[in-house]
């Protein structure tokens, strides 16, 4: 087997697996001769469906690989392309143009304009983050904040939480911790299809509420205890 067809048979599988798919070895003696089976989880049934048992993890790949194709079975989107630095072109940066798009007055625009000039803009191949940095908010003993305003470059919905975890780790960090604000109605902010995630700095800083220990499940754990959970990205 050449370099290339292992090539496309792993990124075959790989693309599988973001779909949902994985190989187990199915109950029962080790010397059966059928002894593997791909299982799918679908995202709207708590159901786990278990291909036919194969000879081989390989066959059984092969077998979801067919399943996948006769099915239309769609693929998860690929993880996060990398993130580089940039900055915000000098257009969306003009007070008098901020004025005439907003229906502000020009020093409300002039504010909005310093802000944003405090800003460090990363993009991706899918993603834009403005990161702002906030000043010891909740006191100097916890430090500074990082506030990650986040939006696809296609401006479609972020539907999925994964999404901005990855986001999170990539530009500030996987071990620092951060949330979401759900506000009073008195202060809500909903104007676009843009995603807010406050980050402490301070590595150290952890919430004092949720979950204490690490606990992550793929599919086939989760519908063993009749849960349903998609499949985990390989870098979980």
């Not at 292992?6 to 010397?31: C, F, S, W």
């Not at 000879?55 to 392309?81: G, M, T, Y």
């Not at 003993?141 to 780790?169: F, Y």
Request: hydrophobic share 40%; glycine share 6%; proline share 6%.
């Amino acid at each position: 087997m050449t370099d290339l067809d292992t090539n496309e048979i792993d990124g075959a599988i790989a693309e599988l697996k973001r779909a949902g798919y994985t190989v187990q070895r199915t109950p029962g003696p080790r010397h059966r001769e059928a002894s593997y089976a791909f299982t799918l989880t679908h995202p709207d049934s708590a159901q786990l469906l278990v291909g036919p048992a194969r000879a081989s993890a390989f066959a059984a790949w092969a077998s979801a690989l067919e399943h996948a194709q006769q099915n239309d079975v769609p693929v998860q989107p690929c993880k996060l392309a990398p993130f580089y630095s940039a900055e915000l072109p000098e257009s969306s940066l003009d007070p008098e143009a901020i004025a005439k798009r907003f229906g502000v007055d020009l020093d409300t625009a002039r504010r909005q304009v310093s802000v944003l000039r405090q800003h460090t803009v990363f993009l991706s191949e899918t993603h834009q983050v403005n990161v702002q940095m906030l000043k010891v908010p909740f006191g100097p003993d916890l430090g500074d904040v990082a506030w990650l305003s986040i939006k696809r470059r296609d401006r479609d919905v972020i539907r999925d939480w994964r999404e901005l975890q990855a986001i999170k780790n990539a530009i500030i960090g996987p071990e620092h911790e951060g949330f979401e604000l759900y506000p009073a109605e008195s202060r809500l902010c909903d104007t676009a299809n843009q995603f807010h995630v406050f980050v402490f700095m301070q590595a150290r800083v952890r919430m004092p509420v949720g979950f204490t220990v690490r606990e992550v499940a793929g599919a086939a754990e989760a519908a063993a205890v009749g849960a349903t959970q998609r499949e985990l990205p390989e870098t979980a």
